[in-house]
């Protein structure tokens, strides 16, 4: 057998260290793309769903939301998926604030910054038109203009919520699982993947320190885009020569431990598709048609 | 039945490909259950080559070509793919962040099991046996991040073991990592050992760790020859003298008994830690008085051969600096990292630096050395006024009047690295100080003399070897004429031999009158090469002074860090109680043959 004696005898003060099992790192767990919700799963239903269930119901619906016009659809599905993720995710009280008042002020603010931006001759002939909310020199923000980056604030918005129904209730792991288990994808590319996911904050931080170096080696003389072009062209070959040295050595230490040796591998978490995926699938976008069809181009 | 070697190299030589000479060359050798061998050779002998072999990543995966036939557990190497071998030998690298995978703890140990199939009931028996014995088990829920260098070498280790492999490779398992986590992993290989399950193969400097617990040492040579194998203590005592000569590093406790027996004390046989350097001392009943430090004999752990220093600097080192005067002033230095919300990492440091001195900043990991110094330098800027380098503030100051008082070389020399060619990488800081082209071309060409870099002076500069790099960052570092230099770990991850070379260097700057400050780990350098020690914990500076009375006193303990092996074997000495302030190699005594 290989480990060699029983207990965990050689460090029995890390054994002894009070662990708080049940959430290590709340605070950075939204962040964390690896972090598990272990704890969570089984007290909403969201956690118990297939991720890819969770991805396959919204995304038709975004589909939608894109090419509509208008506010209550958009409206209708925002007010959908938060009820959505009220009731099958676990979020901290702070997130529900940000769900319920977060998500109005935003899509207030929202029409204000894509309306500015909208011709106001593509909206002449909407009777809203005519109201001038503000004006500055010949310039108007009319209504009309304001209603159809509210329109466009609120799409976005919905297009964001209904991608969180998957995103904050399944993890970067368990998406690569369901994909490799169910649509096959070749275990290899998933879990390099994921693997990869870990190179980006170790690059940041690496190019943090080239910026650094080259700093004290006084290249940030001269202002302006040419000089910052420059300057970003300097730390191409460092960042690159360590990048490639990087990935050799996580590449050996991979094909070492027995990496792509077989077609496939074992898998401790099964993630099957199960019959209330497909109940949750169904409903989700039989929900999503009969709010589509009453609420369509109004 | 008499089982067969796990290991069994055959006239093994690999040329990398690229390379003219193949290193290792023609080395054959067995290796039996139960078995703890240390491969020990020159930088540059091939011992990681070698180590890659060992289980097929060499021809397999690294585009090298094999000669010979290395069999793992009968099966030859070459004919079978990595990921059969990985059943019968696991492998532990270097650097702990290029192994890390996955995204807990657990799922890391069960990443080789269920690569390789085994049944999940399975994987996570085994997971559960490897953490608990690395100590690791109630952090399975963690992400491999949160853990030290230390634990997680000791993540690389479980997810070896539960590979389930009798044979157990690690290559310079530790040359990563600071003191506390040298501990850590040789706590856990000494565990290994004792049990006698496993075959382990290590390639290891830091012989002070690793020299209590192998059985058999095999040597190669600077061409990659094997020359010597033969069972561990026997061999570093006895021929001793013949591995110093192949370049190989021997424990300080052992060079400095030879050292001791070259001054006409014989300590016979030679130890080999510092207890038995301790044992060996007291077992004598007369010592001759040690020297002082501030005597001119130079002798270090990384070049015991004394020799006499070139005497005290010249007092001139340009308009800027005068010896003896204050370099560098902090008062009431305080940093955070990441913005002003940032956590505090350096908290209310005051300290003076002396021109002329060699100053060495010591800690644990994440005592904010480093911030310590980059604020010191104006890498990161500090406060307004509370750093004064040379009448300036680093961090507000021009660039070409920052370069012009301080020089900074980070930990890896690359990063620094900006020009395409060795030569107008040592014009650009003297264009920075707007040095006319015909006043710059006789300053880069003394530099690059004075550095041995004449040759390669149209070479790339990442394309240099690693012990150019350092010299040609340590360069471009003084070319504005910087008397002061500071140094981020600049021995972190080398191997003696270029931390000496390294070393030697910063030492000949320090004699010719640069102020030198280094952060570093290693204890014995510094107190072989540095003056004063500024000892930092948790961010505040714990103290500061003259190396031998912080040395002797209590400031190193209170830091969490662990005396170097000469002061561990002389601090307890009952007999010589005179000898208890010997924390350096140039403190033993010569004899009056060497010091005439």
Redesign the interface.
Known sequence: ????????????E??A?P?D?SE??AASAAL?????H?TQRPSRFLYALNPLAKLAAPVPVMVVVMFSRGIALPLAFIVFAAAVLLIGARLSGRAIAALLLGIPVVALVLGVTFGVWIDPSSVADHPEASITLISIGDWDFTLAAYLVGFATGLRILAILLLSLIAGITS???EFVRSMVQNLRVPYRLG?TA??AL?FV??FGHELE??R??????????GRGPVAAVRRSL?YI??LL??AIR?AE??????????????R?????HLSPWRVRDTVFVACFLAVSVVIAVLTWGR | MPPAPLLDLDRVSIRHEGAEVATPVDVSFEVARGEVVLILGPSGCGKSTLT?AL?G?VP???PAALEGTVRVAGLDTSEH????L??HV??V?Q?P????????VL?EV???????????SE??E?AE??L????????R???P??LSGGGRQRLAIA?A?????PVLVLDEPTANLDPAGID?VY??LR??A??R??AVVLVEHNLDAAVDLVDRVIVLDAGGRLVIDGPAREVLRERADELVALGVWLPVSTLAAMRLRDAGIVLDPLPLTPSELAEALDALPSLPAPLSASSPVRSTALSPRPTLSMGPGTGSTGAIAVIGETAIRARDLSVRRGGRRGPIVVEGVDLDVTAGDFLAIVGTNGAGKTSLL?AL????PAPRGTVDVLGVDPARCA??ER?RRIG?V?Q?P?????APTVAEELA??LH?QGVSEADAEPRVEAMLARFGLESLRGQHP?LLSGGQKRRLSVG?ALIAGAPVLALDEPTFGQDRARASELLDMLRTLNDDGTTVLVVTHDLQLVADYASHIAVMDSGRLLGVGPTVEVLAGPLVEQAGLRHPPLARATRGLARHTAWHSVTRMSQLPVSSKASS
């Not at chain 1, 650094?212 to 003389?221: F, I, K, S």
């Not at chain 1, 094909?255 to 792509?260: E, I, T």
């Not at chain 2, 793919?81 to 059969?84: D, L």
């Not at chain 2, 608990?132 to 952090?139: A, I, M, P, Q, T």
Request: net charge negative.
């Open positions: 057998m290989t480990a060699a004696g029983e207990g965990g005898a050689v460090f029995p890390l054994g260290a662990v099992g290590p790192h964390d793309p690896f972090a598990e272990r993890t970067g792991t879990y994921l693997a870990r904050p170790r320190i080239i650094a170096a080259h700093r004290v080696r006084g290249t940030d003389v300097g070959v460092p020569a360590s990087h050595r996580v590449a050996l230490a991979m094909d070492a431990r027995a990496f792509g040796a077989h496939t591998r074992t898998e401790r | 890659l289980d990543l397999h995966a690294v793919p990595v990921g059969v990985s059943e696991a492998m690298f650097d962040d290029a192994q890390i995978v996955t995204g807990t799922d069960c990443f080789a099991p269920e690569n390789q199939l085994v049944e999940a994987v996570l085994r046996r490897a608990k014995l690395v100590g690791l088990w109630d952090r829920a963690e992400n991040d949160t997810c073991l539960a590979m389930a492999a850590e706590a856990v565990e290994l004792s049990v399950d496993h980059q330098a104006g890498v990161i660039a070409r370069a900074f980070f890896n690359e990063h620094q690295f900006i650009q800081g920075l990442f471009t």
